[in-house]
């Protein structure tokens, strides 16, 4: 019994349009959980910058607080630059290439060590 495989240039109208349905409804579910996730992260960020600015302008009392506020804000702006910096040069354009790499290279490192193991059985 022979299993006829799907040439990838001869797919129909309707696997096209399923799968059109399907990357709108994950850029709509990321956005989603983009604006429920980063929004309250931003006002919060946003609150402890006019805290930081507030305790800087005011008396003496808070500035204890001041060295951590920044250390908070270069550290978040050291994410922000690896952020970046990967995505300027592609590392989230491939999510899938590594994972299958790795199996790629277990399965040759196991052949190599059943090959070693047949050639010393083959001496012995």
């Known amino acids: 019994m022979t299993v006829q495989q799907k040439n990838p240039s001869e797919t129909l109208p309707s696997d096209v349009a399923t799968s059109r349905k399907a990357a709108r409804r994950s850029e709509r579910l990321t956005l989603f959980f983009a ?3 980063l929004t309250p992260s931003m006002i919060g960020f ?7 600015v507030h305790t800087f302008q ?3 009392s808070g500035s204890f607080a001041i060295p951590p506020m920044i250390n908070y804000l270069l550290a978040s702006l050291g994410f922000l630059c690896m952020l970046l910096w990967a995505t300027v040069n592609g590392m989230f354009f491939d999510l899938e290439a590594p994972k299958y790499a790795m199996l790629q290279q277990e399965n040759r490192l196991d052949d190599q060590s059943a ?3 047949r050639a010393k059985q083959k001496q012995s």
Not at 46 to 52: C, I, L, P, S, T
């Open 46 to 52: 946003g609150m402890k910058f006019y805290e930081f």
């Open 35 to 37: 604006i429920v996730i």
């Open 58 to 60: 005011s008396d003496s």
């Open 115 to 117: 090959a070693e193991i």
